[in-house]
């Protein structure tokens, strides 16, 4: 059974980190290029940034590079995201996905006060 479940959500004052983890299971993760999406209050899901399989190839959405980094550990079927100087706009729940196919986790909620 494939099977995304993300962890490491939680509540936040501006300025401060969290570091997103998402343990891949059912299929053979080092294959795929996986991603991190993100749905804030009233607004539609959008992409955070992905990782490619191999080479490891980064790929960010522009306005967030530089506080966001993800990283994938193969040996333990995990992709992180760490989130640095986070921002009130920054609160949303936080999909992990495996790209190029419909296989989603469940979400893990972020919150950031100001």
């Known amino acids: 059974q494939v099977q995304l479940v993300e962890s490491g959500g939680g509540l936040v004052q501006a300025g401060g980190s969290l570091r997103l983890s998402c343990v891949a299971s059912g299929f053979p993760f080092n294959d795929y290029t996986m991603a991190w999406y993100r749905q804030g209050p009233g607004k539609e899901r959008e992409f955070v940034a992905s990782?490619?399989?191999?080479?490891?190839?980064?790929s960010y959405e522009e306005s967030l590079e530089g506080r966001f980094t993800i990283s994938r550990d193969d040996n333990v079927n995990t992709v992180y995201l760490q989130m640095n100087n986070l921002k009130p706009e920054d609160t949303a729940v936080y999909y992990c996905?495996?790209?190029?196919?419909?296989?989603w986790g469940q979400g893990t909620q972020v919150t950031v006060s100001a």
């Open positions: 996905k495996r790209a190029f196919s419909d296989v």
């Open positions: 990782i490619t399989s191999f080479k490891r190839k980064a």
